[in-house]
């Protein structure tokens, strides 16, 4: 059980720094958008 906590903690914390960083916010923003193709994705599924 403490182990889950622990992980679950430190998820939290990872996420915390990488939502604060404008850096790495634009960095997901350019994979999602660009390679991964999330918008064509979505926009395919939508019709």
Do not use: C, T
């Not at 990488?18 to 599924?45: M, T």
């Amino acid at each position: 059980m403490r182990a889950i906590i622990e992980a679950f903690e430190r998820h939290q914390i990872m996420s915390r720094q990488a939502l604060d960083s404008e850096w790495v916010r634009a960095g997901i923003k350019n994979v999602l958008l660009g390679p991964a193709g999330l918008y064509e994705g979505l926009r395919g599924g939508a019709q």
